[in-house]
């Protein structure tokens, strides 16, 4: 305690200067042979525990003054001191005097018996009492996630996305398309799934996209599953032939916006010859949630032959488009996941309803001369 009480008095007399130190610490570390850091850590404490003097002369107790009582009867040492002082200097800037003398004096007495432990247990308890509306204490700063996505539209019509995650988020990221990026298992024509792993995560992440569309809460769709308009002539839409324009964005091809709008995956707004918007019955050919739960449990996830997806990765196919005049209703409709919908528009595989009121599909003759007709026993063993 002399000690520090002999620093003390040396700042505030600024006798340093006599010696040409720029600071009490560096004086005492050349006279007492310390460290810079060893004598900044005692001219801290000594400055702590005894009074000091203001500008105008008057002096200033020390900011801990219990601990200085117990510290000058030798009862804690310099870490716990330290401790206790790092814990004042963590307080809210808005703590009152008062509460500050009394965190400090609780610390002080608490010292002399408590380990680091206990102190760093009486800290979380006094920023609770000091702030009982504040953070949980001592949780550390939560670090603002960093997570970027550019999405740029080049002349061509492909999307350009790049972007930066964070760690967590990016985890998520991954996990998410991997479980929908799986292989397909070689179907019954010994046609394995030959995409690469890119091309599987491209499709993950288009399903990943049908999966947050179809979600009810979905911002600004009414609780329709559709988010994009696509407006095509009536001629276009039922021949597949010519361009659609795309809401904001440009132009896609005609049997796009042909498989788009079958499960009303983006809203088609159709035009008549003349230009005139054409009402095709909006509501008529979405598949209502009645419909759906009856199409998940008759299909019990994608009807094509050998398709392990489950009913929530899949599309209700019209097999008659209704822009063709065919029905919204479960005579006319099939579940199919995202993949085998495209395979249906722009393939040769052809999709019939059979006598019993179940899907069927027909492979193109070159896959089978006879083009027997096939279902999907997966779902329903
Ligand atoms: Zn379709
Ligand atoms: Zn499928």
Redesign the pocket.
């Known amino acids: 305690a002399g000690l520090g009480q002999f620093l003390a008095e040396i700042e505030n007399r600024g006798a340093k200067d006599l010696y040409g130190h720029g600071s009490t610490a560096s004086w005492f570390a050349e006279m007492a042979g310390l460290s810079r850091g060893e004598a900044g850590a005692v001219v801290k404490r000594a400055l702590a525990l005894n009074p000091t003097l203001a500008l105008d002369g008057t002096e200033v107790p020390p900011v801990a003054p219990r601990t200085a009582a117990v510290a000058a009867q030798g009862l804690v040492g310099d870490e716990r001191i330290d401790q206790i002082l790092d814990i004042l200097k963590r307080l809210p800037a808005d703590t009152t005097a008062e509460d500050r003398a009394v965190a400090e004096k609780i610390l002080g007495e608490l010292a002399p018996n408590a380990g680091p432990r206990q102190l760093v247990e009486a800290e979380a308890k006094l920023l609770g009492w000091l702030d009982p509306d504040g953070n949980e204490p001592k949780d550390p700063e939560p670090k603002e996630p960093r997570r970027e996505i550019t999405l740029d539209r080049r002349k061509d019509g492909f999307w350009k996305l790049t972007g930066l995650l964070d760690d967590e988020t990016g985890a998520r990221t991954a996990a998410a398309l991997e479980a929908h990026a799986q292989p397909r298992p070689v179907d019954e024509f010994g046609q394995a799934d030959l995409r690469m792993k890119c091309e599987r995560m491209g499709d993950a992440w288009a399903e990943l996209l049908d999966l947050a569309i179809a979600c009810p809460d979905q911002p600004g769709t009414s609780g329709y599953r559709t988010l994009v308009h696509v407006t095509i002539g009536l001629e276009e839409l039922k021949s597949g032939l010519g361009t659609a324009c795309l809401d904001f964005v440009g132009t896609m091809t005609a049997r796009e916006a042909r498989l788009a709008a079958c499960d009303c995956l983006m809203v088609p707004v159709v035009m008549g010859t003349s230009g005139e918007p054409l009402d095709m019955g909006r509501l008529r050919r979405f598949v209502t949630p009645g419909q759906r739960r009856a199409l998940n449990i008759r299909d019990g996830g994608?009807a094509?032959p050998g398709?392990h997806?489950k009913p929530k990765n899949?599309h209700a196919h019209h097999i008659e488009h209704w822009a063709d005049g065919g029905p919204t209703d479960l005579r006319n409709l099939v579940l199919?996941?995202g993949?085998?919908h495209r395979l249906i528009h722009h393939g040769d595989w052809e999709v019939q309803m059979a006598a019993d009121g179940l899907p069927e599909f027909i492979p193109p003759q070159y896959r089978d001369p006879l083009r027997k007709p096939r279902r999907n026993t997966l779902h329903h063993r």
């Open positions: 994608c094509f398709c997806r899949c199919l996941c993949f085998h």
